[in-house]
């Protein structure tokens, strides 16, 4: 079973998701947490990133800056559309992989 969860920012997705997973007694994959993850450092999208904006939203380690990109979506749509053309296709690919893995899983019990 894949049950997806949505809504916008603040209305209680990753609340909902947690309680549907314990009721459910189902994995979940949170969207936020695959997006963090491809966001390290040398992971595609954290790669994506750097090819497109070079270091604009990274600190001189090479970690990405979030409070600075976050500031930059909000206040500007096309930074906003290009970063979501870099994640939203590999955070997609990342979810249906974890999901093939969790039903391939569950195949086995």
Known sequence: MIVGVTGGMGAGKSLVARYLGKLLTIPVVDA?????????????????MQHHFGNRFFDLSGHLDRTALRQTLFADSEVRRIVEQILHPLVRQEIHALSRQSQSAGAGQ
């Open 32 to 48: 936020d947490s695959v997006c963090r993850s491809l966001l390290e450092p040398q992971k595609l999208g954290w790669q994506g």
